[in-house]
């Protein structure tokens, strides 16, 4: 079945770590795709996104995520994490004639220790 | 001033009774969506309208139907509750062709 896989459900990382999170999606097409943020008890929160263009797309907070079409890969990264960053996130694809209906992996928990 | 909010942030009720979600946008989209968050944190989409008119329809009991009254709102009503309705429900909206869906809080929903 076509779906989105995260392969990291549980993250720990100390401050200053470097981090990367793998998203892989299996529809074919043009497809957009997706992180969104989800600190605790709060809703999401789009990271950033990609549409087309520049396959490295920076979003906010210092992330940034390489979209490899290759690999039918998104993943997440960022350089130095901070203790703030200890969330839950979600990637997601919005398939080819998907009525904007966005498809989510099933989250990585990151946990962030100062 | 709140883009999506939803009431009531919190449900506590009895398995059998009918409970409503209510979902309000102030974005000016035309699309808007229902998505249930079990307790694993996994996201999965119920419902979608456009303009009014519903589009995506998942496998989802017909104990649970959505309502539409006009394109800034979107309701969620559930009959005869079951315990696996427990989880919290996110409504969003986006602007069709645009791709990025913006979230309300969430209601709760536990079913005891």
């Known amino acids: 079945a076509q779906s989105v896989s995260q392969h990291n459900h549980h993250v720990i990382l100390s401050e200053a770590a470097s981090l990367e999170l793998g998203c892989n999606y299996s529809?074919?097409?043009?497809?957009?795709l997706f992180w969104y943020v989800q600190y605790p008890g709060q809703h999401l929160q789009l990271l950033l996104k990609y549409f087309s263009g520049d396959p490295l797309v920076k979003g906010i907070k210092g992330f940034e995520a390489e979209f490899i079409k290759s690999k039918f890969s998104f993943n997440l990264r960022k350089p130095s994490v901070q203790w703030s960053d200890t969330a839950e996130y979600f990637c997601a694809v919005n398939p080819p004639g998907g009525y904007n209906k966005l498809i989510f992996g099933a989250g990585t928990r990151l946990a962030v220790h100062p | 001033d709140t883009a999506v909010s939803q009431t009531p942030k919190y449900l506590v009720t009895q398995m059998g009774n009918d409970k409503s979600i209510k979902c309000e946008q102030n974005l000016g989209h035309d699309t808007m969506y229902w998505y249930k968050q079990d307790s694993k944190k996994f996201l999965k989409i119920m419902f979608s309208?456009?303009?009014?008119?519903?589009?995506i329809n998942e496998t989802v009991p017909n104990r649970f139907s959505p309502k539409s009254p006009d394109k800034a709102h979107l309701n969620l009503h559930i009959n005869s509750l079951e315990l696996g309705d427990s989880a919290v429900y996110f409504c969003?909206?986006?602007?069709?062709?645009?791709?990025?869906?913006?979230f309300g809080e969430g209601s709760r929903l536990t079913v005891l």
């Open positions: 309208y456009n303009n009014k008119e519903l589009i």
């Open positions: 969003a909206s986006s602007q069709m062709g645009a791709g990025e869906l913006f």
């Open positions: 529809y074919g097409g043009t497809v957009n």
